[in-house]
């Protein structure tokens, strides 16, 4: 007999998004303030949502409050560009952590400016949509972490390791590398096109796949998810999810994406 | 040479954003690594690369370079096309790729002794 605890009945199965932009990041839309993004998310049937900017998690504090209100289980981090300029989701369970991870990336960035005219706002927000502070660095700036190093400092502050959008033209292992690298993935994010059971990239089995929406707008909320089962909302968990989904993907390539929609533009 | 002048470097080459097409071109520099163009391109001059998305554009200002000259005829971002418009820094597509760019815009820097 198992204990009720570890019985597969505890498990609840949610639906996750684990990559959502708010107006923090430079190109993010200015309507996308945490407060919104956990009201979508929400309304939309998303019971998961990670946010992370660019380079920053300094909205995290305020996503926190928000998802209270909402009733949403909130993750934070970061998405953070690599020496080798590809996109990373660092992603905990806990804001504060967050934070000081996104304040150590942020040491990491080269001293460029933002020039809101051309390059996009960075305002943090409070949970009431108040601009408390705007970010003077541009967060879309490359750091100077090699992708393995970051990865090791990941893990090491109990974070999650997902490389971003691994298909895609730009900013991605691919584009950047040529390959997949075999490093220590909690899991690997697929974009829309990408499809599981051909599998251009041999992905299926050694990472669990996940589908996110990248959402920079208000109408890509909801464009992309996973469906995960969990007994809890920690990092921990959620890896032995990632690892569960990864085994079951083996056999069943779909399993847990949420569907191929291409997000609004 | 001039910005404008970049469009006869590839056949087939087409204009995205125009920039400054009377500004003259000062420099050049050749790379798909956004740090090290941070890092190293000339002050006034082009960037020939593949990065075909907004944060070339700030790499770009940053460096106060006046085009950007995309090989292989990468598409352009519309993000990416407003941030140069805004900043006034040209963007041009060019089937060619960064060798062949390079070389000859390196042989009109050369005969007008921008460049050695
Ligand atoms: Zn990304
Ligand atoms: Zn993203």
């Known amino acids: 007999m198992t204990s009720p605890a570890s019985s597969p009945t505890s498990l609840r199965r949610l639906r996750f998004d684990l990559h959502l932009h708010s107006c923090l990041s430079p190109c993010g839309a200015l309507d996308m303030s945490p407060a919104f993004i956990a009201a979508r998310c929400r309304r939309l049937g998303i019971h998961v949502a990670a946010l992370a900017d660019h380079n920053t998690a300094r909205n995290a504090p305020a996503f926190a409050e928000a998802s209270r209100e909402q009733h949403l289980h909130p993750l934070f981090g970061a998405e953070v560009t690599t020496a080798e300029e590809l996109h990373v989701l660092a992603l905990f369970d806990d804001p504060n952590a967050a934070l000081a991870f996104g304040e150590w990336v942020y040491g990491r960035l080269p001293l460029v400016p933002c020039r809101p005219e051309a390059m996009g706002d960075q305002p943090v927000v409070n949970a009431r949509d108040e601009i408390v502070d705007t970010v003077p660095l541009y967060l879309g700036s490359a750091t100077d972490l090699p992708l393995t190093d970051l990865g090791a400092e990941i893990r090491r502050r109990g974070g999650l390791f997902i490389p971003s959008h691994v298909d895609r033209p730009v900013h991605s292992l691919t584009s950047q590398l040529g390959r997949i690298p075999d490093l220590p993935y909690d899991a690997v994010e697929v974009g829309p096109a990408y499809d599981p059971v051909a599998d251009p990239l041999r992905l299926r089995g050694r990472w669990a796949m996940i589908r996110s929406s990248d959402a920079h707008h208000p109408g890509q909320i909801g464009c992309g998810w996973t469906l995960l089962s969990v007994s809890d909302l920690s990092v921990a968990e959620i890896r032995a999810a990632f690892r569960r989904l990864a085994v079951v993907q083996r056999r069943s390539p779909q399993a847990g994406l949420g569907p191929r929609i291409p997000p609004l533009r | ?116």
């Open chain 2, 1 to 116: 040479m001039k910005v404008r002048d970049l469009a006869a470097l590839s056949p087939g080459a087409e204009w995205v954003v125009v920039g400054l097409p009377d500004e003259p071109i000062a420099g050049a520099y050749t790379s798909d690594m956004l740090s090290d163009v941070l890092a190293h391109a000339p002050p006034g001059g082009v960037l020939i690369t593949i990065q075909a998305h907004r944060n070339t554009v700030a790499v770009a200002m940053h460096r106060g370079l006046r085009a950007i000259v995309l090989a292989h005829h990468r598409p352009v971002p519309r993000d990416m096309a407003e941030a140069a418009q805004a900043e006034g820094i040209a963007i041009l597509r060019a089937p060619a790729d960064q060798y062949t760019l390079s070389w000859r815009l390196h042989e009109h820097l050369r005969d007008e002794g921008v460049v050695r």
